[in-house]
């Protein structure tokens, strides 16, 4: 990593996920700006640069986090996205970024299942900021 910290964008309507991550990811060094929804996010990446968003599926509507990772991607296309969701628990559905057919709809980079492990979040991060 660089001397300059990486700056994360958490989205999320839940505020102790919000909390949970920033502290971790705080103490591993990165900066972390924090939104409870998906109107936040907005206003933040119109004032804000980020060098990857970690992004929630279902906020104030059932897709907001899709719409959320295809205006990021449509502003800066090199911004990494995260999307984590408890979906599969809540309605019994499975959703994948894996191919390059998924991405393309999906906007995200990456998804991981809620509840995520630090190790696992911290290992995706720095696999898609490697670049």
Same mark, same amino acid.
């Given at each position: 990593?660089? %001397?300059?910290?990486? +700056?994360?964008?958490?989205?999320? *309507?839940? @505020?102790?996920?919000?909390?949970? &991550?920033?502290? &971790?990811?705080?103490?591993? !060094?990165?900066?972390?700006?924090?939104?409870? !929804?998906?109107?936040? #996010?907005?206003?933040?990446?119109?004032? &804000? $640069?980020?060098?990857?968003?970690?992004? *929630?599926?279902? @906020?104030?509507? @059932?897709? /907001? !986090?899709?719409?959320?990772?295809? *205006?990021?991607? $449509?502003?800066?296309?090199?911004?990494?996205?995260?999307?984590?969701?408890?979906? /599969?628990?809540? /309605? !019994?559905? =499975?959703? %994948?970024? #894996?191919?390059?057919?998924?991405?393309?709809?999906?906007?995200? *980079?990456?998804?991981?299942? $809620?509840?995520?492990?630090? =190790?696992?979040? +911290? +290992?995706?991060?720095?696999?898609?900021? $490697?670049?």
């Amino acid at each position: 990593m660089t %001397d300059a910290k990486k +700056r994360i964008l958490i989205v999320d *309507d839940d @505020m102790d996920f919000r909390f949970q &991550q920033r502290v &971790q990811l705080e103490a591993a !060094g990165f900066d972390v700006i924090e939104a409870p !929804g998906y109107t936040k #996010a907005r206003e933040l990446l119109e004032s &804000q $640069k980020f060098d990857l968003a970690l992004v *929630d599926l279902m @906020m104030e509507e @059932m897709d /907001a !986090g899709f719409t959320l990772c295809h *205006d990021i991607k $449509k502003k800066d296309p090199s911004v990494p996205v995260i999307m984590v969701t408890g979906v /599969a628990s809540e /309605a !019994g559905m =499975e959703f %994948d970024a #894996a191919t390059s057919e998924e991405r393309s709809w999906i906007k995200a *980079d990456s998804m991981l299942a $809620k509840p995520i492990r630090f =190790e696992q979040l +911290r +290992r995706e991060i720095g696999r898609l900021l $490697k670049g």
